[in-house]
């Protein structure tokens, strides 16, 4: 069955600690991986799509990688307007309309 | 400004009126979609949409209905809602299914 697991479910940060967000998927084939942001109240905002194992994507504080069988998301000296759930999601190869979500890491980050 | 616009953000209904959640986009994007987001499932994708008059179910399909006669337009139809569609909903579009979704701000719809 497909899969997507996020972990930890919630995470509490000092502003500068740094750290990773985790998301593992098991998928008949892999077509993306994708990962958004979601502020309370509002939709998902997209922030990277990694297609194949070993690919790395970078945006101002975050970076994302991809394994053949996770995807981390590092957060480099986080600042507290980091705060938000991320959230990540999977296109199988065998259905490539498809999105599978995860259910997303609470991500609180504190001066 | 690019943009997903959904409407209404919130509403309560009864169960068994009939609702139409709107949805347009002016991106100009072939690719919409729905889904609806519950606490501990995450977003679960309801129905999408590859071109005007091209629909298709996606996991959770039961008691929605959806239309796409306009590119922009991909309203959401709830013939007879029930409490259990109580969710948060979402409409989003791409420019194509390999590029990341733009998400509109939700819907809120409590059935009682």
């Known amino acids: 069955e497909d899969q997507v697991t996020q972990s930890p479910e919630a995470l509490r940060l000092q502003e500068g600690e740094s750290s990773s967000l985790n998301c593992s998927y098991t998928?008949?084939?892999?077509?993306?991986l994708f990962w958004y942001r979601q502020d309370p109240g509002k939709g998902p905002e997209f922030l990277f799509t990694l297609y194949s194992a070993g690919e790395e994507k970078e945006k101002e504080r975050l970076k994302a990688t991809l394994t053949k069988k996770e995807s981390f998301l590092h957060i480099t000296a986080p600042k507290p307007e980091d705060s938000a759930t991320y959230l990540c999601?999977?296109?199988?190869?065998?259905?490539?309309?498809?999105?599978?979500f995860g259910t997303g890491t609470r991500l609180q980050v504190f001066p | 400004e690019a943009q997903v616009t959904q409407n209404p953000r919130y509403l309560i209904t009864v169960t068994g009126k009939k609702l139409t959640v709107t949805c347009s986009q002016n991106m100009n994007h072939e690719y919409m979609s729905w889904y609806r987001q519950d606490p501990g499932l995450g977003l679960r994708q309801i129905y999408y949409s590859m071109n005007v008059e091209v629909t298709d179910k996606g996991d959770v399909p039961e008691g929605y209905k959806v239309s796409r006669k306009e590119k922009r337009n991909f309203p959401l139809i709830l013939e007879s809602p029930s409490p259990n569609q109580t969710s948060l909903y979402f409409c989003?579009?791409?420019?194509?299914?390999?590029?990341?979704?733009?998400f509109g701000s939700g819907t809120r719809l409590t059935v009682v």
């Open positions: 999601a999977v296109r199988p190869q065998y259905n490539t309309d498809k999105l599978i």
């Open positions: 989003a579009s791409s420019f194509d299914r390999g590029y990341g979704y733009t």
């Open positions: 998928v008949s084939g892999l077509r993306g």
